[in-house]
């Protein structure tokens, strides 16, 4: 049998083998009808997107020749991910696994004489960069926690919880250790997929001589914040200054309902010696973070949100100068928002990464020779392509090292050549996967919106797209609602997944976006069931003048205020579409309002509380439940059952309407999943009823 026809049986059978785990799918996309023997190359599947190493940069030796980086693979039998780090020349060649122990190594810093300290199973532990056996540094009870080591390696910067408040029965009755029950007397009694049982994460200091550990001194001790951050903050909130004399911290020093309706982080400066706090950041109200001090350890650089209670506020980067005593916003003059950045290695510059036109891209910007003059800083973009530069890892001669992605490209390691301006491989987890995968074609769109502004559209194409025939396609809906839809790799709205089914996908640009200027991302605010959803019927209305569109089959998808625009587009699409799948959406604003957890987020942009006569329209106009009337389409529903930032009520009462209206409908409950879907098998289960639905309902 020749190897066409291998691979036609065994399409064939895997496309089966979905069919027959999916009772209710009907077989009929392009990609698996009877031209299904002329495709020499396999099409993502569910399992095969699981399949991809996920790859994460770690550090880069401080002469810049090697790069250390991680791998998480999953494994589906036992329904987990096993990291390791590995070991490359950042001029190419052949990678070395550095450790092969089950449980999770994470880079804590790689010393000038090739020694890598990392953090495994919680406590820190050390290997030569060339090899050789790992050494156990630490045996701390109770485990370690975004680690920072001291500039002269004699001391330690850590987190661990500490119990402040016995919100928990257990620890307020001793005696009643069998009990679950919660009490609470004020707000932040639960935060994004936890409630609150009065432990807060606090910065420890310690001495540290060859492992040993002093006693660690709480910078925090009987006060009620966090630091990190909750839920998502990391090591990125500690840093030591250069001389090792004091510790920055980021913090909310905020409690119950001013810390659930606050964005005022600061970064606090705690000298060692006199044991004084000082807030760096006074004055400044929005999210300042990521403090990083330049090479020389004379300007401190962090970013910065003005507006208290705007999350999605543009970030600028501020360095404050210790000779002039100078604080400085570098982009407050640059239509834009900054994602993450690095000091260049003579600190005459800091590169960074923002969304631009529908990708994220490399920019610098140049520091002024003197801080205290009134001189704008130059700002240049570096990098131009369809693809995202997804964080930064060091500079080297010539280059910066980068993680990158595209649609259809997990992330790998790169460099990026500053005179070719080219990314070239260094890591290659994933490419024998991609090699063999049928492509995906991505382009560029423009749309008129019904106001007049030029609409930006990312479409994906099936495998072996021909513009004759024509083709079922989504619509798919970004959350945020100020989040950037640019070529990420995701491994759930995966689209190139989506069109390897046999779909197009369109993803619209729609205001609220970062990229297209600080006003198109602002716009959003307060009015997210107005223009928004009408430039989402301006996309679609757009792509159906197609001919390869088949009117008669298309949907619409989306998570969080996509699922939200889901649920409004099912009360206003007058036929437009066939099927809806939302997840996680927002339903019922004024029930949403009362059980969010991060009140400043719905105070900023909905406008405030439903009591206010001033926000009718957000509870009115804006609130999907106001268009129930009007629902007559499929639609599924899935949920997460710790999912506190748009809470269970939601997708319960959207299915509970549809079932009480007739309409077709589906409830797929995750109960142990949050605002995500983070398991393996959970995230398989996802998939197979998101394609099953489709092919049900299209």
């Not at 799948?581 to 406008?607: P, Q, R």
């Amino acid at each position: 049998m020749d190897k066409i026809s291998i691979l036609a049986c065994a399409m064939v059978a895997s496309t089966l083998s979905f069919a027959q785990e999916n009772p209710n799918m009907r077989v009929k996309r392009p990609v698996t009808t009877n031209k299904v023997y002329q495709l020499k190359k396999e099409v993502l599947t569910p399992e095969k997107l699981w399949e991809l190493g996920r790859v994460s940069a770690e550090g880069l030796s401080a002469d810049g020749k090697w790069l250390v980086y991680g791998v998480s693979k999953y494994t589906f039998g036992e329904n987990k991910s096993e990291k390791n780090l590995y070991v490359i020349p950042v001029k190419g060649g052949e990678p070395v696994q550095f450790t092969q122990e089950e449980g999770g190594e994470s880079v804590v810093q790689i010393n000038k004489d090739g020694e890598i300290i990392y953090l495994f199973k919680g406590q820190l532990w050390s290997k030569p960069l060339g090899g050789g056996e790992a050494k156990q540094l630490t045996d701390i009870e109770g485990g370690l926690a975004n680690v920072k080591l001291s500039p002269d390696g004699k001391q330690i910067l850590f987190s661990r919880a500490v119990l402040i408040h016995p919100y928990h029965s257990k620890d307020k009755y001793s005696d009643l250790t069998k009990s679950d029950v919660y009490i609470y007397d004020d707000l932040d009694y639960r935060h994004w997929d936890t409630f609150n049982d009065g432990r807060f994460n606090h910065p420890f200091i310690a001495t540290y001589d060859n492992g040993k550990v002093g006693e660690p001194l709480d910078i925090l001790e009987g006060e009620p914040f966090y630091s990190p951050q909750a839920p998502f903050g990391g090591a990125e909130d500690f840093t030591w200054t250069p001389d090792g004399k004091a510790v920055l911290y980021v913090c909310k020093k905020r409690f119950g309902k001013k810390y659930a309706s606050s964005t005022n982080t600061d970064i606090y400066r705690y000298d060692l010696a006199s044991k004084v706090t000082t807030n760096i950041t006074e004055g400044m109200n929005g999210y300042d973070t990521h403090p990083v001090y330049s090479p020389n350890g004379q300007q401190l650089a962090w970013l910065s949100m003005k507006t208290d209670g705007y999350e999605a506020d543009k970030n600028d980067i501020i360095i404050f100068d210790k000779a002039t005593t100078q604080r400085k916003n570098l982009t407050a003059h640059w239509d834009g928002t900054v994602n993450s950045y690095i000091w260049s290695k003579d600190g005459r510059k800091i590169y960074f990464t923002a969304p631009v036109r529908g990708a994220v891209q490399l920019f610098e910007v140049e520091l002024p020779k003197n801080s205290a003059r009134n001189t704008l800083s130059k700002i240049t973009q570096i990098s131009e392509g369809e693809f995202d530069i997804a964080g930064i890892v060091g500079e080297v001669d010539g280059g910066l090292i980068v993680t990158s992605t595209t649609m259809t490209r997990a992330a790998e390691v790169y460099r990026y050549d500053f005179k070719k301006k080219t990314l070239v491989a260094i890591t290659k987890v994933n490419d024998d996967i991609f090699n063999h995968l049928a492509e995906t074609k991505v382009e560029g769109r423009f749309t008129k919106a019904s106001d007049g502004e030029e609409l930006f559209s990312w479409v994906i194409y099936p495998p072996d797209f021909d513009p004759s025939k024509k083709y079922p396609t989504l619509l798919y809906c970004q959350g945020g609602p100020q989040s950037a839809l640019t070529q990420t790799y995701s491994y759930r709205w995966n689209f190139q997944l989506m069109a390897s089914q046999g779909y197009i996908v369109i993803m619209p640009n729609r205001r609220g976006m970062p990229g297209w200027g600080v006003k198109w991302n602002e716009d959003i605010s307060k009015d997210w069931g107005g223009q928004p959803i009408r430039d989402y019927l301006s996309a679609i209305d757009d792509l159906a003048k197609e001919p390869y569109v088949d009117n008669e089959r298309i949907g619409v998808v989306g998570a969080s205020y996509g699922g939200y625009s889901v649920f409004m587009l099912a009360g206003v699409h007058e036929g437009r579409f066939k099927s809806f799948i939302s997840h996680c959406g927002l339903f019922d604003m004024t029930s949403w309002y009362g059980t969010t957890e991060e009140l400043f987020f719905a105070n900023h942009d909905l406008g405030g509380p439903y009591w206010d006569k001033n926000n009718t329209k957000t509870y009115t106009d804006f609130n999907p439940i106001t268009y129930i009337d009007k629902w007559n389409t499929p639609i599924l529903i899935f949920q997460g059952g710790r999912d506190y930032r748009v809470p269970i009520g939601q997708g319960l009462a959207a299915f509970q309407a549809a079932q009480l209206k007739n309409i077709k409908s589906r409830l797929v409950y995750l109960p142990e999943e949050n605002h995500w879907v983070l398991s393996g098998h959970n995230a398989l289960v996802w998939q197979r009823e998101f394609f099953g639905w489709l092919q049900e309902t299209l």
